[in-house]
Structure formats: C-alpha cells, structure tokens
C-alpha cells in the first residue's frame, strides 16, 4: 500500500491525539504489517481502540478516498522527514508528525512572527494588530496567528496589506472555523498565504485542539507578539509556549483601566518585551534587523514618500495635511505607520523624523 495512504490512515485512527501518531509513526515502516505489530503498538503506546481504529481504517479504504479528496481541495500533506518542514518547528520538543498545507509549503520556512490576542478585543487592540501586522509583513515577515476571531482576524487583515499570512487551525483540513472566516480563509490563500493544521481530515474543532494549536503558532515563529489579553487567556498560554520554546515573547502595554490589558502587564512584569513600535522589536531581536532591512532595501528602494513633507523639528499633523493634501483620516493612518517603524517620533508640537531627535534634546 502507497505510504502516504498508510500515514493519513494512521492520522485518522489517532483522532487527533498527536503524541500517539508522533510515536506511531517515529519507527520506519514499509506496510500495514509494521505499524500494526503488537511489538510496535507496546513500544509506542498505541491505544488498542486506535490500532482497531487503523485496521478498520485500511479494510474499508477511507485513507485512500480521503487522500484523493485533500489532494482535490488543494491540501499537501508534509511529513517531518520532507524538506519543505519549516526547521524551527523541528526545534520544539513535541512536534507533530504531519501537517496539512493550504498554499506554499514554503511559506512555512520564511521568517514569522506571531501575533495573538483576545477574542474580543478592543477598538484600540484591533487597530494596533492591524497596524503592526501590516508594518512587519512589509518589512517581509510573514504573520502567524490562528484564525480566531478577534486579534487573530485583525493581524491576518492588517498583513494581507502589507505581505503575506499564515493560519494555524484548530480543526482538520474542511470548512473554516469559526464559519464567519471562510472568506477571510480563502483570502489568505488567494494572496500567496497558506492555511496549516496537524489534525486529520473532516475532524471538527474541539476545546483541547486549540492549546495544542497554539504551540504550533509559537513554534513556526520566531518572537509571538501578544497584543491584548486577560489575565487567564489562551495567548497567554501561546506566550508561555513561546517562551519554553527559546522564543522571543513582545507584549504591548495599554490602559491599567482595561481588563483586556491586564494580560499583557503580567507578561511585562514576567520579563517579556515591552511593544510600542517596530524599533522595540528589532532592537531586541537583532536578527530581525537583518532580514528587515534586506527586504525594505529591495522592495521599497527609497524613503516613504510621506517623509518629504517633514521639515526639521517639530511637524503637526495640519502643518503636514496642507504640506501633502492627504486627507486627514488617511494621515492619521501613515502617521501611525510611520511611527510603528521607526521613521518618526511623536514629540511636543506633532512628530519629528527620528534622525531630528538630537535638534530636539
């Protein structure tokens, strides 16, 4: 039997439990012989109901129709040993056996960021994860995150503007979750993104799938940004995962009269990275630097071109809308990118371009 049919029969026995297919499938194997011997199954803690589960699984050729139908729907499967698996998620202690791929595999390889939040977040939370998501995918990185409402969404949004996204699911390869982002879903793909899971086809969400999401998101990534969270949230686990695995974790702080920052305070306390623009992010993770100018060097080639209205010193916000003719809604917005990169600085009297600020002092 062809082997990519033996190992999504095998994901589809294990229902989702990714360290039983992990173990499963850490011996080579040649047929159905091999994974089934009762050796193998004590050697691996295989579930006797799982092994039931197989056997069922390869009589009935489910994992044959199954395979055809990802194939059809555009899915890839990546087993650990290919060369496309992206190497930081061979870093992490329990890495899955498998993932199931929407799009470019190779996109799983590029530098990442993730970006988590609270579900329901504020005005203030959404904007921020737009504005730094669309600032980091056009300095080239691509956005991680997991395709939740709420922050998820918005960074997704936010880096379809700028550059490229990816989106871990906490359900099988099928419908989207939650149903309200399909659209957002195939934008991502149409846009040169791509979707990921570990989980078999056809398996629907469940509550403990998103944890085990989570340390996916952390694990492809090179820093997770926490934008907004409660005290007691499923991105602090994201950051905490993060932080186990070697990574950088960025936190950025808001109100102490909002409970949704209450979260990311805790984290500041804890030793994250305080986040209030770009430069906080590449002064701390230097590599990022690198990658960052690189990409700005070839793709924009110049300076913004907002920056040629700004004079030394001080600039107001109306002194640059009659120097530019810019609306001021749209202003407000290069503004704010502007300031999220590092290209300027709000100072007393309107903004001043960060080479200005020794005039300034």
Same mark, same amino acid.
């Given at each position: 039997?062809?082997?990519?049919?033996?190992?999504?029969?095998?994901?589809?026995?294990?229902?989702?439990?990714?360290?039983?297919?992990?173990?499963?499938?850490?011996?080579?194997?040649?047929?159905?012989?091999? *994974?089934?011997?009762?050796?193998?199954?004590?050697?691996?803690? !295989?579930?006797?109901?799982?092994?039931?589960?197989?056997?069922?699984?390869? /009589?009935? #050729?489910?994992?044959?129709?199954?395979?055809?139908? *990802?194939?059809?729907?555009?899915?890839?499967?990546?087993?650990?040993?290919?060369?496309?698996?992206?190497?930081?998620?061979?870093?992490?202690?329990?890495?899955?056996? *498998?993932?199931? @791929?929407?799009?470019?595999?190779?996109?799983?390889?590029?530098?990442?960021?993730?970006?988590?939040?609270?579900?329901?977040?504020?005005?203030?939370?959404?904007?921020?994860?737009?504005?730094?998501?669309?600032?980091?995918?056009?300095? $080239?990185?691509?956005?991680?995150? #997991?395709?939740?409402?709420?922050?998820?969404?918005?960074?997704?949004? $936010?880096?379809?503007?700028?550059?490229?996204?990816?989106?871990?699911?906490?359900?099988?390869?099928?419908?989207?979750?939650?149903?309200? /982002?399909?659209?957002?879903?195939?934008?991502?793909?149409?846009?040169?993104?791509?979707?990921?899971?570990?989980?078999?086809?056809?398996? &629907?969400?469940?509550?403990?799938?998103?944890?085990?999401? /989570?340390?996916?998101?952390?694990?492809?990534?090179?820093?997770? !940004?926490? @934008?907004?969270?409660?005290?007691?949230?499923?991105?602090?686990?994201?950051?905490?995962?993060?932080?186990?695995? $070697?990574?950088?974790?960025?936190?950025?702080?808001?109100?102490?009269?909002?409970?949704?920052?209450?979260?990311?305070?805790?984290?500041?306390?804890? #030793?994250?990275?305080?986040?209030?623009?770009?430069?906080?992010?590449?002064?701390?993770?230097?590599?990022?630097?690198?990658?960052?100018?690189?990409?700005?060097?070839?793709?924009?080639?110049?300076?913004?071109?907002?920056?040629?209205?700004?004079?030394?010193? &001080?600039?107001? !916000?109306?002194?640059?809308?009659?120097?530019?003719?810019?609306? !001021?809604?749209?202003?407000?917005?290069?503004?704010?990118?502007?300031?999220?990169?590092?290209?300027?600085?709000?100072?007393? #009297?309107?903004?001043?371009?960060?080479?200005?600020?020794?005039? *300034?002092?």
């Amino acid at each position: 039997m062809d082997r990519e049919i033996l190992t999504l029969s095998t994901c589809l026995a294990c229902g989702g439990n990714s360290s039983e297919l992990q173990r499963w499938l850490a011996e080579p194997f040649a047929c159905a012989r091999d *994974l089934l011997s009762p050796a193998r199954q004590r050697r691996a803690r !295989i579930r006797s109901a799982s092994a039931s589960a197989l056997q069922e699984i390869l /009589n009935s #050729g489910e994992g044959e129709r199954r395979l055809q139908q *990802l194939r059809m729907d555009g899915w890839q499967m990546l087993e650990a040993g290919d060369n496309a698996w992206p190497d930081l998620l061979r870093q992490i202690d329990d890495a899955p056996a *498998l993932l199931f @791929v929407h799009g470019d595999p190779a996109l799983l390889s590029r530098p990442q960021l993730a970006m988590v939040g609270a579900r329901h977040a504020s005005t203030e939370g959404l904007d921020n994860a737009r504005r730094f998501a669309r600032t980091l995918a056009n300095a $080239g990185f691509t956005i991680t995150s #997991g395709l939740a409402l709420g922050i998820d969404r918005a960074a997704h949004e $936010g880096a379809l503007q700028g550059g490229t996204t990816l989106a871990v699911l906490g359900h099988g390869p099928g419908p989207c979750y939650p149903p309200r /982002n399909q659209a957002l879903a195939q934008q991502i793909i149409n846009k040169g993104g791509a979707l990921i899971t570990e989980f078999p086809p056809g398996l &629907p969400p469940r509550p403990q799938f998103f944890p085990q999401r /989570n340390r996916l998101i952390s694990g492809l990534s090179l820093a997770t !940004i926490v @934008v907004e969270a409660a005290e007691r949230s499923g991105s602090l686990i994201t950051a905490r995962l993060a932080a186990a695995q $070697g990574r950088e974790v960025f936190a950025i702080p808001g109100s102490i009269h909002n409970p949704l920052s209450k979260g990311c305070h805790r984290l500041l306390r804890d #030793g994250a990275n305080w986040l209030e623009s770009v430069a906080d992010l590449l002064a701390v993770f230097g590599c990022l630097t690198h990658v960052a100018e690189s990409t700005l060097a070839t793709a924009a080639g110049a300076a913004h071109p907002l920056l040629q209205y700004f004079v030394s010193g &001080p600039n107001s !916000i109306d002194q640059l809308q009659l120097r530019s003719a810019i609306n !001021i809604s749209e202003l407000s917005r290069l503004l704010s990118d502007l300031e999220l990169s590092g290209d300027i600085r709000r100072v007393p #009297g309107g903004y001043a371009r960060c080479h200005d600020q020794q005039e *300034l002092s």
